[in-house]
């Protein structure tokens, strides 16, 4: 498989759908439209290293079997296992029409992210392949950091984490990852949004005896209640109405390696003693099933929510916390490590420079001092979004702190009490006789962001919204 990779497009993610069948690679570029994806087609895994050296692909949906008459899935798991050779961060997700729990749990012991039936149902490919982008761009996203702060504060080059900062809480942080990763130890990490909670999980992963196994996220918070117990614990066929065949969960793909349950807190009560059960017993019982299936992973859960919320019986339930936090780490927010603000700034400035073409410009002092002296309620993603927004803004020879949207003047140091949180705070309020939609959605979104402190999953509970709806309406407004 070709290992020249192409640079990845800044605008329309690119799929890379093989099969044989063109009805198949037809009816996929129509069920996959909503998704506005450049879909590329291949009847043939032979086609495939062109086609990847031409285009940066964010993901390959390979069919199984190729030959006539072939129902083992041996051409396709070998396509698969070239894929992860060349680029073990491709999320690849397999389909095929025969369909069964060995072929599934195989694919993903060789690396595949996912795995679908044919025929699929539009709402399953669609959450599969949006689940799928996403992990794409997580992987993107803290190699590209990796790499970034390695030039500007030799962090990585001496730990090759992809935790940015040298403060003294990162690396304490980075201590307590390190004593904790050879172990299989269940993990809790605490910590505000944006604070990274999940580079955390990866890098225990990374530095696990897991690390060459899958390492499987899942954000609970993001899942409706209807599916998220068929997505932890898989389903059989006839189990409900979509379940058309048998369908192995997230833990179980996970098998050898590491699951991640970010906002584990939003875990229905419902479910959670399943879940303990789990955790206890090491054995998953699928949706619809009565026989139990050994399971090899590790546990590594996130939340947002202070501790003395988890602590409250009618929110989680005391003894899966204490099966869960074996291990807890509180990810410390960025006004705890100023020192980490300004390299922060600049590799984010660097970064954003190099994504829109734009040369790069100084920090001037006063306005890196401006920014070490700012709250930053949403921590590093709104520091992030901060210096998107400066290079995207900034006409002038060096930036302002007008650019990154501060509440208060670079010769003034910022008043906690006036501060409205980063980038958010940028859009005045539009007038009172303004009937114009995006304006008034901005500063719903906005104030609902700031009364809650950027708590994502308060925010979204007072707009009526799932989180990965907020989610995407805060991208589309650059927040």
């Known amino acids: 498989m070709n290992t020249v990779k192409p640079q990845p497009s800044a605008t329309r993610p690119v799929i890379v759908w093989v099969d044989d069948d063109p009805d198949v690679l037809f009816a996929a570029r129509l069920a996959l439209a909503p998704l506005q994806a450049q879909v590329l087609t291949a009847g043939h895994p032979r086609e495939l290293p062109a086609l990847l050296a031409e285009h940066a692909a964010d993901v390959v949906v390979l069919d199984l079997n190729f030959s006539r008459g072939a129902t083992d899935g041996a051409e396709g798991l070998a396509c698969l296992s070239d894929l992860m050779q060349a680029d073990a961060a491709l999320p690849v997700i397999v389909a095929s029409a025969y369909g069964d729990v060995d072929r599934a749990v195989e694919a993903m012991r060789r690396g595949a992210v996912d795995f679908i039936t044919k025929p699929w149902t539009e709402e399953r490919l669609l959450a599969t392949l949006r689940s799928a982008l996403r992990l794409r761009a ?240 949403g921590n590093v993603r709104a520091l992030r979004h901060a210096a998107e927004r400066a290079v995207v803004l900034n006409t002038a020879a060096a930036y302002g702190a007008e650019d990154f949207a501060l509440a208060a003047p670079v010769d003034a140091a910022p008043a906690p009490a006036q501060r409205v949180g980063g980038p958010a705070s940028a859009a005045a309020p539009p007038p009172a006789d303004s009937l114009n939609l995006e304006q008034a959605e901005r500063q719903l979104i906005e104030r609902a962001l700031r009364r809650h402190q950027f708590n994502i999953a308060l925010a979204a509970r007072e707009l009526g919204l799932s989180r990965g709806a907020l989610y995407r309406r805060m991208e589309k407004h650059g927040l």
């Open 138 to 377: 997580s992987h993107r996203q803290a190699a590209d950091e990796s790499a970034r702060l390695a030039v500007l504060t030799g962090a990585a080059e001496r730990t090759g984490s992809a935790l940015l900062g040298d403060s003294a809480p990162m690396r304490k942080l980075r201590e307590l990852l390190a004593r904790a990763a050879p172990t299989d130890a269940n993990v809790l990490l605490l910590g505000e949004n944006g604070t990274g909670k999940e580079l955390a999980a990866r890098e225990l992963h990374r530095l696990s005896r897991r690390a060459a196994r899958p390492f499987v996220s899942i954000d609970v918070g993001a899942l409706s209640a209807s599916v998220i117990d068929s997505e932890l614990f898989g389903h059989k066929r006839g189990a409900f109405t979509d379940a058309r065949s048998d369908r192995i969960g997230r833990l179980q793909a996970a098998e050898g390696g590491t699951v991640f349950l970010d906002e584990i807190a939003n875990l229905p009560l419902a479910l959670q003693p399943k879940l303990l059960t789990v955790l206890e017993q090491r054995c998953v019982v699928p949706v619809g099933g009565n026989a139990a299936t050994p399971i090899d992973v590790r546990v590594i859960a996130a939340t947002n929510q202070p501790r003395e919320r988890l602590l409250d019986e009618t929110v989680f339930r005391r003894d899966l916390l204490y099966r869960l936090n074996t291990i807890e780490i509180e990810l410390p927010p960025l006004r705890e490590r100023r020192d980490d603000i300004v390299p922060l700034a600049l590799h984010y400035l660097r970064a954003y420079e190099r994504k829109y073409g734009r040369p790069p410009k100084p920090l001037p002092d006063a306005v890196g001092a401006a920014l070490a002296a700012d709250a930053w309620p």
